[in-house]
């Protein structure tokens, strides 16, 4: 069901692109990003608790102060060191991906931490190469380094490659339609190909991603996913998602004070609550318990 409504919700939004209105690509990328995108990140602190299976708020308040040095943590590194932040990020995010996409479907696979690796830097791979002159120009600015000679194509050759030879190799423990995925990455790719990099992003990371994510988290905290719990997850959730647009909010309001490291702050805020949440889900998920 959730395939479908997935595959589905992308051919909405891409057909949705060629209706042409101000800011349209604004729009939608920031409803998606703001809502569901940020809410997926926004339960950490109830899921690792849930998972070490204590209410005890001295344990509580150890892992709220972890989960702070490691977003301020990661926001340093980024904001002073953004080239080598950058590809760590993009390493940790590929295995993210790929983690959350496959999880539950290879199970029994002794080399799932390479497939997910892989899977996810296809997708990256993929947005970058449809999008290779914008992504270059945003990385320049994020960075503050001209990008040239990036070997997008060598790598995503790669990044294909192996996808596809760690599903040969892994085909007896697989628990999936390899037809059925290489649908879904042509509608993917279709995505990518059609649409704007905001809202390639932002509709992969929500529909793909964010959205099969929230259902993991229901279930993992409440073993089933229905109205009631989808209500209650979203009560854990509304602080803590409150809490990163007020950070947002506050970052954007005082754009002219930042000057030339804006974007870079932005970006480095970004990640500085990715991160935290990535260790979190890979936690989680390291023992599926869940199901989707």
């Not at 449809?130 to 194509?153: A, C, N, R, W």
Request: positive net charge; charged residues 15%.
């Amino acid at each position: 069901m959730i395939s479908k409504l997935k595959v589905g919700s992308t051919i909405l939004i891409m057909c949705l692109s060629f209706i042409s209105f101000s800011n349209f690509d604004i729009i939608v990328s920031a409803i998606l990003i703001l809502s569901f995108g940020l809410v997926h990140g926004a339960c950490d602190i109830a899921l690792i608790t849930t998972k070490l299976k204590t209410s005890s708020l001295k344990v509580k308040s150890g892992v709220i102060l972890l989960y702070i040095i490691l977003a301020f943590g990661s926001f340093f590194i980024v904001f002073k060191l953004p080239l080598i932040g950058f590809i760590v990020f993009l390493l940790i995010s590929s295995y993210h991906f790929g983690e959350q996409h496959f999880h539950l479907k290879l199970k029994n696979s002794k080399i799932r931490f390479w497939q997910f690796l892989f899977y996810g830097l296809l997708m990256f791979m993929l947005m970058i190469e449809t999008h290779e002159k914008m992504v270059l120009e945003v990385l320049s600015t994020l960075l503050d380094y001209k990008i040239e000679g990036f070997p997008i194509q060598l790598i995503l050759f790669l990044s294909m490659s192996m996808t596809f030879f760690l599903w040969a190799m892994d085909y007896k423990k697989i628990e999936f339609s390899i037809p059925k995925e290489l649908f879904n990455l042509l509608i993917i790719y279709l995505l990518f190909y059609t649409t704007s990099l905001m809202v390639s992003f932002a509709t992969y990371f929500v529909v793909w991603h964010s959205i099969p994510s929230i259902l993991d988290q229901i279930s993992f905290l409440h073993k089933e996913v229905s109205a009631k719990t989808i209500l209650l997850y979203l009560k854990k959730s509304g602080f803590y998602w409150a809490i990163s647009i007020a950070g947002l909010v506050f970052l954007i309001s005082f754009k002219d004070i930042m000057g030339e490291d804006f974007y870079l702050i932005i970006y480095s805020f970004m990640v500085s609550i990715t991160i935290p949440h990535m260790v979190v889900i890979n936690n989680i998920l390291s023992k599926p318990n869940c199901e989707s």
